[in-house]
């Protein structure tokens, strides 16, 4: 049975690698600040930490345990990974780092992990509110990945999406259209890449029983044409969008791209990785949503 700390396990994907984990028969223990209740029960053991605190977490990892796997999903900064690559420097087989697709900028060509080189990124020590998400997790995937002395793999997903999506990306655009609101758009031919929350706790899952290391795209296959989610979207819920040119407000899409923002799982796939088709799923998701909204 293996020993499995997660931070972050209490919300979106998550929960859903929580899941996965104990139907595993993993020994699973959940790092939080306790403010989000789970619904695990005495499945899993739990520990209340503040992740960005250097006394908070050798108050409550000061033991000699050592882990199977980490999964840290709420690192975002170069101190944040320091803290953690200090810690359980002897008391870790394997980490896995959640970065991010932020990491690249958006462009016309597909993506892979060498268009950003952690191996070679210049650090600096900075905290979360010192740069922007992107920044943020450049410097993190960059730290663990020069300065570890134990195996790390950083997949880098794109935007996550799912019923359960807290941050209700998708949904905004279909609430706004049955609204008959605005939804703007930099460039309604821009491409995207997205992953699906259950697909990422089973990458999660997958990578943390595998020898893959270091940086790993994880996306769903295919991408979607911006203008092609409207065009769904409208199908779906049979009113017509009013999509403007953005203008930076409120109606200002979450996925407004000036640009193609687009990578490859190539080497995911030749790892052993089967990945969704994008083109499958969306839909599907569009029609729960909107479901939902009735």
């Known amino acids: 049975m293996r020993r499995v700390l997660v931070f972050g396990g209490t919300r979106y994907f998550g929960k859903k690698l929580v899941d996965l984990l104990l139907k595993n028969g993993d020994q699973v223990t959940i ?7 789970d619904k695990f029960g005495n499945l899993v053991s ?3 930490v503040d992740r960005s605190s250097i006394s908070s977490l ?3 990892f000061s033991n000699s345990q050592v882990w199977d796997v980490i999964y840290d999903n709420i690192c975002y900064s170069s101190n944040d990974a320091k803290i953690t690559v200090d810690l359980f420097k002897d008391k870790v087989k394997k980490y896995v780092f959640t970065s991010t697709m932020s990491v ?3 462009g016309e060509k597909v993506l892979i992990e060498d268009d950003f080189k952690s191996t070679e990124y210049p650090i600096k020590m900075l905290n979360r509110s010192d740069v922007d998400y992107g920044e943020g997790k450049r410097m993190a995937e960059s730290y663990f990945i020069q300065n570890v002395t134990f195996p790390v793999v950083a997949p880098r997903f794109p935007i996550v999406l799912g019923l359960d999506d807290y941050t209700k990306r998708l949904h905004f655009h279909i609430e706004r259209i049955l ?9 309604t031919d821009a491409k995207i890449s997205f992953i699906t929350s259950e697909e990422v706790a089973e990458f999660l899952l997958w990578v943390g029983q595998n020898d893959v290391v270091g940086p790993i795209n994880a996306c769903s296959s295919g991408e979607m044409v ?8 409208e199908n779906e819920t049979g009113e017509k969008a009013n999509v403007i040119k953005d203008l930076k407000n409120e109606s200002s899409s979450p996925f407004s791209l000036l640009d193609h923002w687009i990578m490859s799982n190539e080497r995911a796939r030749e790892a052993g990785f089967s990945f969704k088709e994008v083109n499958k799923w969306f839909p599907e998701l569009v029609h729960d949503i909107y479901r939902e909204n009735l």
């Open 31 to 37: 790092a939080t600040r306790g403010k989000v209740q």
């Open 46 to 48: 739990r520990i209340t």
């Open 58 to 60: 050798n108050e409550k």
């Open 104 to 106: 690249y900028g958006p």
């Open 179 to 187: 609204k008959g609101q605005e939804i703007g758009f930099q460039n």
């Open 226 to 233: 911006l203008g092609d989610i409207i065009s769904i979207i």
